[in-house]
């Protein structure tokens, strides 16, 4: 069974930085992570849950919510099997549960999240 465990998540000052990082496991060789492409979700309180990045499973293209173009980079380790999301010049209004998310064919998987809050 698919695992995805977040973290890195905490309290961070306006115009900081923080990473997330995302360990995936139980992936098989007919089903190996590289195939899954690769997303960061958020859900802010109040909220409903919002895409933020995404990634194809060999890394080579990359996209963003236009909130968090040029502040935000995802990226992934094929081969530790991880996911990152390097966020810069964080806003009060980033502050969200951030989730990890697989999906390939029919198949997707959910991380529980970690909390990031943005606050003086």
């Known amino acids: 069974q698919v695992l995805l465990v977040e973290s890195g998540g905490g309290l961070v000052q306006p115009g900081g930085s923080v990473r997330l990082s995302c360990a995936a496991s139980?992936?098989?060789?007919?089903?190996?992570?590289?195939?899954?492409?690769m997303s960061w979700y958020r859900q802010a309180p109040g909220k409903e849950r919002e895409w933020v990045a995404g990634?194809?499973?060999?890394?080579?293209?990359?996209k963003y919510a236009n909130s968090v173009e040029g502040r935000f980079t995802i990226s992934r380790d094929n081969v530790k099997k991880m996911l990152y999301l390097q966020m810069d010049s964080l806003r009060s209004e980033d502050t969200a549960v951030y989730y990890c998310?697989?999906?390939?064919?029919?198949?997707?998987?959910w991380g529980q999240g970690t909390q990031v809050i943005v606050s003086s």
């Open positions: 139980g992936f098989t060789v007919r089903s190996p992570f590289s195939n899954f492409a």
């Open positions: 990634i194809i499973g060999n890394g080579r293209a990359t």
């Open positions: 998310y697989a999906t390939w064919t029919s198949r997707e998987f």
